[in-house]
Nanobody, 121 residues
Framework: QVQLVESGGGLVQPGGSLRLSCAAS????????MRWYRQAPGKQRELVAV???????NYLDSVKGRFTISGDNAKNTVYLQMNSLKPEDTAVYYC???????????????WGQGTQVTVSS
């Protein structure tokens, strides 16, 4: 019923910038949190950033000061602005939205399909 579509990934040189977006479509009653995860080749998936209802944000230590998560409630969309990118940021980035479909259904996580970010010279 809910589909998360990611976009914005690509190839960029070190020091460059990318902006990822993740739009949730379908009937949604309420969104409680939006998150970005990433998984590099051969590594475990890690939480990169989260924004919760009310606007509070938290970040992985290694991306603080470089990445910014934001959301557009009217569009049910979450963004990740990535600046000063490093080769270590290379990974598949996944958006995750914790939402409730209706008043009678418990909230749960929904995942995007992932978008590749490659930082290389």
């Amino acid at each position: 019923q809910v589909q998360l579509v990611e976009s914005g990934g690509g190839l960029v040189q070190p020091g460059g910038s990318l902006r990822l977006s993740c739009a949730a479509s379908g009937s949604i009653f309420s969104i409680y949190a939006m998150r970005w995860y990433r998984q590099a080749p051969g590594k475990q998936r890690e939480l990169v950033a989260v924004i919760i209802s009310g606007g509070s944000t938290n970040y992985l230590d290694s991306v603080k000061g470089r990445f910014t998560i934001s959301g557009d409630n009217a569009k049910n969309t979450v963004y990740l602005q990535m600046n000063s990118l490093k080769p270590e940021d290379t990974a598949v980035y996944y958006c995750n939205v914790y939402l409730r479909l209706s008043i009678g259904v418990s909230p749960r996580d929904y995942w995007g399909q992932g978008t590749q970010v490659t930082v290389s010279s």
